[in-house]
Nanobody
Framework: QVQLVESGGGLVQPGGSLRLSCVGP????????MAWYRQAPGNQRELVAS???????NYADSVKGRFTISRDNAKNTVYLQIDSLKPEDTAVYLC???????WGRGTQVTVSS
């Protein structure tokens, strides 16, 4: 069964940084755009960032300049580097292969002092 597994979340103070990772099958990372979404309690899931197989990236306005998405297809991994964390970034962050229905279960990011 196809599995995407996220890691790297945690409790961080405002202004801190985290690096999230998502690993999955090589069949996924060799052909699909990968994306990070986030979902806070009571809110709909929102697209945070995406990166194509060729490395083209896209970001939500709220995270531009602070978040960086990247991928290493040889390692079957997609990353989300998060800097200058704000309390409003608190959410479950989920990895997905776009247009496939393949999702991870998510990793919790909590920003609080």
């Amino acid at each position: 069964q196809v599995q995407l597994v996220e890691s790297g979340g945690g409790l961080v103070q405002p202004g801190g940084s985290l690096r999230l990772s998502c690993v999955g099958p090589g069949s996924i990372f060799s052909r699909y755009t990968m994306a990070w979404y986030r979902q806070a309690p009571g809110n709909q899931r929102e697209l945070v960032a995406s990166v194509t197989v060729f490395g083209y990236t896209n970001y939500a306005d709220s995270v531009k300049g602070r978040f960086t998405i990247s991928r290493d297809n040889a390692k079957n991994t997609v990353y989300l580097q998060i800097d200058s964390l704000k309390p409003e970034d608190t959410a479950v962050y989920l990895c997905a292969a776009m247009d496939t229905g393949y999702w991870g279960r998510g990793t919790q990011v909590t920003v609080s002092s």
